[in-house]
């Protein structure tokens, strides 16, 4: 990695306007947490010898340590290294002044990878499709809503172009990208700088609410890398334009929810991909794949549904999925085999909610598609619409549900290390615990003195 580092630290001698750097892990949340550091400090950061504590990766939303966590109370909040991803420095221009990310993760004192932080769990799975000689091709969709950032609750945006508060879907229109042309085009720029594949944009079905797909990439770790970083871009670049980007997986009741969908294929050692036959159907091995994702769709549901607002998402009549189904070209169930050329047969996950952790949903499906590819399991019978007469298994219905799934499941055991398992499960269970604790307005006026 020496070629590497030279480079970066070059690139960084030819910016003089940059004085400081952001060093940064993320945590099971998806959230970035780190230091600024002087630009001097980028070969330290780069060479490993950076450190933070372990236990800043399971940090609850709000911040806080998690009560009677292992990593703080029994190691007295040990430091873990942090190791440079290899992902090259990245040029930030939406904050005060010019600065850059510099990506990293966690390894222990003797540089074994800290099994802890999500991004490694990725890794573990895709080293395991390397050792098969098959490598994953992922491609990522995000939905996200701008608001207007002075709005206690979510409202619509101001138009820059016409001055008028947005307030009604405009599904794929163009007139709608056009007057926001701005901040689009700002968002794609900060992507070339970075590297991140931004492919097209679409105005989606809310209130200003937006689509931007990335490229698929043969490297799903390179892929969960850059939704990450979209998010983050996207968020400086909409306060950059007086607006905000909101990512929860549903900002309003009663409009459509933010989704996070995974289209994957996978390439044997001679480049082929084995989900395609030939046919309109896929592969016996795509359907292996789609096999081993419902088996562990429930038990995953957790990953894919972190939050308490993410269960508002998956309703019936959602375009959310609540059942663990399968169908061809069916954007109803869990899991869409889209159509189009048998080349490009692949496999589509739509249960995630913008809200969720990249690397932690990667590597869920990857996982899961694994086991099913492995074990050669079945998916049963493709599903048609929502199912309706069909008896299906169904996702945990609220927060409570999923963490009890994702804590005894069998298969998300097999796909995650324990130490993440139990960082996750207490995380959870300390945010669900918060919000049990705090009554909303809604129920205060609806019982106060009506029972």
């Not at 995630?352 to 899961?368: E, M």
Request: include cysteine; glycine fraction near 10%.
């Amino acid at each position: 990695m020496g070629d590497a580092i030279a480079d970066v630290l070059n690139w960084l001698e030819s910016r003089g306007d940059i004085q400081s750097l952001r060093a940064a892990v993320c945590d099971l949340n998806g959230i970035m947490r780190g230091k600024r550091i002087p630009v001097e400090q980028a070969r330290k950061a780069l060479e490993g010898k950076l450190r933070m504590p372990y236990s800043l990766i399971g940090l609850d939303i709000w911040g806080e340590d998690i009560e009677g966590n292992a990593q703080v109370f029994s190691t007295g909040d040990a430091d873990g290294l942090c190791h440079w991803t290899g992902r090259g420095i990245l040029p930030v221009n939406w904050t005060a002044h010019p600065t850059a990310l510099l990506p990293l993760w966690l390894a222990d004192e003797a540089g074994a990878p800290y099994l802890g932080d999500p991004r490694r769990a990725l890794a573990r799975i895709l080293d395991r499709y390397a050792a098969l000689g098959l490598t994953p091709v992922t491609a990522t969709e995000l939905e996200f809503y701008l608001v207007d950032p002075t709005s206690q609750r979510p409202v619509g945006p101001v138009s820059p172009v016409t001055g008028r508060r947005l307030d009604s879907d405009a599904a794929l229109s163009i007139d709608e990208i056009d007057d926001f042309e701005a901040f689009i085009h700002d968002i794609y720029e900060a992507c070339r700088m970075q590297g991140i594949p931004v492919d097209t944009a679409i105005a989606e079905n809310g209130v200003g609410q937006f689509e931007i797909n990335l490229n698929h990439v043969p490297d799903a770790l390179r892929a969960a890398d850059d939704a990450v970083l979209f998010k983050r871009t996207v968020k400086g670049i909409a306060r950059k334009h007086g607006f905000a980007a909101c990512f929860m997986a549903k900002p309003y009741g009663e409009r459509a929810g933010n989704g996070f969908h995974v289209h994957f294929s996978v390439l044997d050692k001679d480049g082929r991909n084995i989900f395609d036959d030939g046919s309109d159907q896929g592969s016996d091995t795509m359907r292996h794949a789609v096999g081993g994702l419902l088996a562990a769709m429930a038990e995953s549901t957790l990953v894919f549904a972190p939050h308490f607002n993410s269960y508002r998402r998956l309703r019936p009549r959602s375009y959310a999925p609540t059942a663990v189904a399968w169908g061809y070209e069916n954007r109803m169930v869990a899991i869409r085999i889209p159509g189009g050329p048998s080349a490009a047969r692949r496999i589509e996950h739509r249960v995630s909610g913008a809200d969720a952790n990249p690397y932690l949903v990667l590597a869920a499906i990857l996982g899961a598609a694994l086991m099913g590819i492995e074990r050669q399991l079945s998916p049963g019978e493709p599903t048609g619409g929502e199912g309706q007469g069909l008896t299906l298994a169904k996702l945990p219905p609220d927060w409570a549900s999923a963490i009890a799934a994702f804590e005894t499941g069998k298969r998300v055991a097999e796909i995650f290390p324990a130490v993440l398992r139990d960082a996750f499960i207490a995380c959870k269970r300390q945010e669900l615990n918060t919000f049990a604790l705090n009554v909303s307005d809604f129920e205060i006026e609806t019982y106060l003195e009506s029972v």
